[in-house]
């Protein structure tokens, strides 16, 4: 009996694993692919087309679904995870930092450790740095100027606070991570603007009884 649980968990830990192999094995076969047909190359091909067909940046997804960790996020959460923050000092030794982001329905944050090293985590409890109010600030894609590394970054901008450019992971994080906060903009704004317009009926029609009318 303790063998057949043991086999049923290993087999239980094996799928995911063997669902993320297929997914490696695809890519790398649309690798070949592309190799194979490189006397056929188009000069005029962009980086992001040859990637967009290869497939690439569709594979850290697919290995994070099929993942034997899967984590649930916490409620009022509308997107989190792993962005590369652009430091506004002048001096620094390290241009981008990996930080965690989360966005909950009214602020977004990053978690932010003293001597974090690769953006990896230690065992002390990281602080969690406020960027701004959702409701106060706007976000736009950036276009790369001719450097690749540049590429599918996204600018956070507020009235009270510096601007923050942030890089994604690919072209399809960095579509999530826009069009969630402006998602999330528009809906603190729709409420805003129902709060502030919710005038009970009979409030309004004593309002307008006893007003003087204006000729």
């Given at each position: 009996e303790a063998q057949s649980k043991s086999r049923e968990k290993l087999e239980?830990?094996?799928?995911?694993?063997?669902?993320q192999q297929r997914c490696l094995n695809i890519i790398i076969g649309e690798f070949e692919k592309s190799r194979a047909n490189a006397d056929g190359y188009d000069p005029n091909q962009t980086v992001?087309?040859?990637?967009?067909?290869v497939g690439i940046w569709t594979l850290p997804r697919q290995l994070a679904d099929a993942s034997v960790y899967q984590r649930q996020p916490e409620n009022g959460i509308v997107i989190e995870g792993w962005l590369y923050?652009?430091?506004?000092?002048?001096?620094?030794i390290n241009t981008w930092s990996r930080?965690?982001?989360?966005?909950?329905?009214?602020s977004i944050y990053y978690l932010k450790r003293e001597g974090m090293m690769g953006g990896a985590?230690?065992?002390s409890s990281p602080e969690r740095v406020k960027v701004c109010d959702i409701v106060l600030c706007t976000v736009r894609d950036v276009q790369p100027?001719?450097?690749?590394?540049?590429?599918?970054?996204?600018?956070i901008m507020s009235a009270n606070n510096r601007p923050f450019l942030l890089q994604a992971c690919g072209p399809q994080d960095q579509e999530l991570?826009?069009?969630?906060?402006?998602?999330?903009i528009e809906k603190n704004l729709g409420k805003t603007y129902a709060e502030n317009n919710d005038v009970p009926l009979t409030q309004r029609a004593s309002s307008s009884s006893t007003s003087t009318p204006q000729w």
């Open positions: 239980k830990q094996q799928r995911p694993w063997e669902a992001y087309a040859i990637e967009k067909d923050k652009k430091s506004s000092a002048r001096i620094s930080r965690w982001f989360i966005v909950d329905e009214t985590f230690s065992n100027k001719g450097d690749l590394g540049n590429r599918f970054c996204f600018e991570w826009v069009n969630s906060i402006r998602k999330c």
